[in-house]
């Protein structure tokens, strides 16, 4: 398959945020995922430092990233992926979208976050523990067009405890980089 890159979610506010937050949290030796890489950047910001798997469930998002020297699987959240990491970073589709509101391509993956924004961040928020190391973190970017709440509710429900660790606030809309771990 050709790439397309009009399909690929390019590198935004939001991705730095998260790039930066990433870059203070990361330890040598550190075993990453990154879940929906899209272009790859973060990754391979990090893969300067340990070594990063990625995952995206975009098939271009998978070939850009892969051109950029990153291991990437396609699949859905952690279908396909084994093991346990020390740090997972996710920049989920976090946008509310309600059903008439759908374009149908894969770069609407990459933003779709359904009717609430939080339907994929409740799916990756059960089954993140399965893939978490005992001590492991995690990055999560969401925007207070989802919930701050409500994502860290659905976390706590979850086992995890959160705290906001960035924040940025572009054109009204607030940025959060949450760091998630498990409770004691």
Known sequence: MPLDPGQVYQPEADTYLLLDAAMLEIKPGDHVLEIGTGSGIIAAGLAKIT???ASDINPNAVICARK???EVVQCDLFCGIR????LILFNPPYLPTQPEERIDDWLELALDGGKNGRVVIGRFAENVGCMLAQSGRILLLISSLTGLTEVR???SRSGFTSEVVSKETIEGENLYVL???RKK
């Open 83 to 86: 093991g346990k990491f020390d």
């Open 153 to 155: 509710d659905l976390f």
């Open 51 to 53: 070594g990063v798997v």
């Open 68 to 70: 950029k020297g990153i």
């Open 179 to 181: 760091k998630i771990i």
